[in-house]
């Protein structure tokens, strides 16, 4: 099966225009009728996306007859949808760099627990709430379009607001059901346990180079380096190390956008020993050095 691993690889994929951001995207479901693949069969994708339906046919996503009004969907799930062209509404879809850009998103994964489950969910907002959350979605869009430099910044405000709202119901809708027995597996869990750790973790200045291999997360996480490795293999189609590198390369990302430091600086806070070794760390990933990606990148 298909795993996606870029949002610009996924607009490709459902045959959509590419995104203005690497990072994150927002979308009208009526803008994409044109061209979006009504019938997409299954995939896998490394982002996370909420959506709010206003309008349209009741049609199957991931094989369920959607009659709810908001959805979302975390990495690694399966996606499908056969679906009509007279859609409309919103959604968003952002990565684990677009996340970096935010402290206060730090242990994201246990703060947001509906995005734990293993398949895409569905709620029901009631009218008014469905009102305010489509408003929402309208300051994202505008911002997103804008020429605003700190655009990001509301967008990552209005974005965590839409987060508390989904919040809110999905803890209701939890209480109220008690059959439901959507949580992810405990091989899920435990890599999403292993990705909080690395968010965590890999910008503390009391850390030690440990952090950046396996063998240190096993140990915290009390399961053997060679387990840990096959179950994030097996659910990410990635290693613990491509792991743990990804979130190097965004932490690093998000220190030259958003701080003042060196880039000596920035080489020791992720726990290099040389700069040298961060600039060439860096400049294999992106092809940039990282002080060419400061001046190309700064909001």
């Known amino acids: ?15 959509i225009p590419s995104p203005k951001h690497a990072f994150f995207d927002i979308r009208k479901f009526e803008d994409n009728a044109k061209t979006v693949n009504l019938k997409q ?31 979302f969907n975390s990495p690694y799930q399966i ?11 919103w959604y968003i879809i952002f990565d684990r760099e677009f996340l970096g850009l935010n402290p206060s998103w730090q242990n994201f994964i246990i703060d947001y627990p509906f995005f734990r489950l293993d398949k895409v969910s569905f709620l029901d907002l009631p009218k008014v709430d469905a009102k305010i959350t489509n408003n929402i979605f309208q300051q994202i869009f505008d911002e997103y379009h804008s020429d605003n430099k700190d655009k990001f910044l509301f967008i990552q405000s209005f974005t965590q607001l839409l987060l508390l709202i989904t919040k809110r119901y999905f803890d209701k809708s939890t209480l109220n059901n008690e059959n439901n027995q959507d949580n992810r597996t405990a091989d899920i869990l435990l890599v999403s346990r292993f990705q ?43 290693t613990a190390t491509n792991i743990i590198q990804n979130q190097l390369l965004i932490s690093a990302k998000a220190l030259l956008m958003q701080t003042n430091l060196s880039v000596k600086e920035i080489a020791f806070r992720l726990h290099f020993t040389e700069p040298t070794h961060f600039n060439s760390f860096f400049k294999k990933a992106t092809a940039f050095t990282p002080q060419q ?6 909001l």
């Not at 099966?1 to 045959?15: A, F, G, R, V």
């Not at 309008?55 to 959607?66: I, K, Q, W």
């Not at 996606?79 to 509404?89: F, K, S």
């Open 1 to 15: 099966m298909k795993t996606i691993t870029t949002i610009q690889e996924y607009c490709k994929e459902i045959k």
């Open 41 to 71: 069969p299954p995939f896998r994708h490394e982002f996370y996306a909420v959506a709010l339906k206003n309008a349209g046919n009741n049609t199957e996503v991931n094989g369920r007859f959607l009659d709810s009004n908001l959805f």
């Open 79 to 89: 996606i499908t949808w056969n679906i009509t062209a007279d859609w409309q509404g």
């Open 196 to 238: 909080s750790l690395v968010d965590s973790l890999m910008t503390n200045e009391e850390a030690s180079s440990e952090i950046r291999y396996p063998s240190f997360y096993a140990d915290k996480l009390m399961v053997h380096p060679n387990h840990l490795n096959a179950v994030v293999k097996r659910i990410t189609s990635k």
């Open 293 to 298: 990606y400061r001046e190309k990148h700064i």
